[in-house]
């Protein structure tokens, strides 16, 4: 049987404003397994970011059962749910966000440095870059000095370089043009081929369509899964 | 292990070295004010006391007035300007014990050279007494008759007198057999403007025979100054106050204090400078915080622990700080000592610990300021929600 990554067990997340609570995420409950590739769907304001969110262990469900990893995140300080994001969830943004002040081997090594409290002397970084074709000349420049494909090569190789389980995708390709979009999918396909859990949050149905399951959300329900 | 917190925390400040070097500058401006105050009260101080040091075993004995007489030259204002014969016996039996004393008679006296006339200090003193109190003449020697009279190094410049002049004091001609060096300050014999005659020759033009209005002592002991003055309170004021005794000591450490009292006031006042540089260092932090919001969001995403993030900015603070004070430092030691040569006239004890001192304190100080003003915005940036930061554009 393969195992559970991630667990979500009647979950709602409830935003409380001053014109009244909004309900973001209503009593959902999914399950992806190890090694899925799971694309996530669903108008704007449907509640995919929140669930992203949580996924991401960046916040806490209002109620219900979040598990990753089998760890029940409600029970985590933040000190913990900050070591399960460096440990065990790889992050790849629709901007990249990368460090503008590293350069992009130093933003691949950050999380590296964070996890062992050293400099990567294994050659890991190197290698990371190479896999997703940056080379070193181009590991030495700055985020600003890189097209957006490139940095967003970079991002990956980052989402990598602690080895994570699940590698959590936001709009991946929405700032790429058609052709890079399509490289970089393929890319995160053959991580997922490696053993990768991979959840992507998407708008493309094209991208959704390639994945193993789509889990539809709407009004802050799972609507088809 | 490569810090790579401190290694952002250089490369923002870097980035933003304009900013970041106005607001060292700031820190720099505050450490000079302090330190500079801090130098020159110890400079300060250290002059007044060298000044008053000669001076600081020496009592000074004198007839008590508080009850409103007196005035006029002795022996001819009244016999309550003078020390009695037995007031001068018993100081100088308590003198003998603790050091050496010598009675001194002393009057604003007429000056006359040629048609000129004008009233300076004029001073009796035994032969013996001046040898060793006024052993300090830059010319001639001591007087071997009572028509011979030792001048101020001051009175003889201002009035072109040399050893061989002659002017009359009260009326009677002297010559100038001596010229005494330059004093400064003193609350024995102020002998810079002064004429300094014989005991005799003074009680010829003066009177007074042997009713001196104040005896000096000098002690052998410093320390025993105290008691001394407990002595001759005992012996002469038992019934009522008939003699002052004036202890320099205090006196100078009463000159010492007030020094210190006014300089620890104007370091206080400098102090607001470093007042002004840490309200800057906070908004200058806190607009780094804010320019970095969504740096910060991904910094917490990828797993960077809050404790990490207060770290970096307070590394920022800190560097601030350092820079600041190694430039002030610097500026401290050369504006310093020009300011201090100005104030107080000498760098004798520019380079001493006590006020040097001053300097690693006021960097201290800077330098914790810098990390007080930094401690909320980095706080404020750590604590931002991950998820907040990073949709911050």
Known sequence: MTEEVVCLEDIVKIYPLASGDVTALNHVSISIKKGEFVSIIGPSGSGKSTLLNQLGCLDIPTSGILKI????????????????????????????????LLSAYENVEYPYILKYRRNDKSGRVSKLLAMVGINENLAKHKPSELSGGQQQRVAIARSLVNNPTILLCDEPTGNLDSKTGVLVLKMLRALNQKGKTLIIVTHDPGIASQADRTITIRDGRVVDS | MSDIIFSMAIRNIRINILRSTLAAIGITIGIISIAAMGMLGTNMTASVTESLSSMADKLQVSPYSGKGGGGGPPGMGGSSDNLTKKEYNSIMKIADEYGYGYGVHSIRGSVKKGKDTWNTQVYGLEINDMKKVLDNLTAGGYPSTDNAVLIGDTFATDNDFSVGSIFSVGGDSV???????????????STDSAV???????????????????????????DDADVVTEDIDSTLNRREETVRVQDSSRMAS???????????FASLIAGISLLVAAISIFNIMM?????????????????????????????????????????????????????????VGSTKYFFTYDSLIHLPYAMGLGLIICIFSGLYPAWRGANLDPIEALRAE
């Open chain 1, 69 to 100: 990893g089998g760890k029940n995140i409600s029970e985590m300080n933040d000190s913990e749910l900050t070591n399960l994001r460096l440990f065990t969830i790889g992050f790849i943004f629709q901007k990249f966000n990368l460090l503008p």
């Open chain 2, 175 to 189: 010559k100038v057999s001596g010229i005494i060096a330059s004093r400064g300050m003193t609350m024995d014999l």
């Open chain 2, 196 to 222: 300094v005659m014989t005991k005799d020759k003074y009680e010829s033009i003066y009177g007074a025979k042997d009713e001196f209005n104040q005896v000096n002592i000098v002690l052998d002991d410093i």
């Open chain 2, 254 to 264: 009463m000159i010492s204090s007030s020094v210190t009292t006014i300089t620890s």
């Open chain 2, 287 to 343: 607009m780094s915080v804010t320019e970095r919001i969504k740096e910060i969001g991904v910094l917490r995403s990828i797993g960077t622990q809050k404790v990490e993030i207060l770290r970096m900015f307070v590394y920022e603070a800190i560097l601030i700080g350092l820079l600041g004070a190694v430039i002030g430092m610097v500026l401290t030691l050369i504006i310093g000592y020009i300011f201090i040569q100005i104030m």
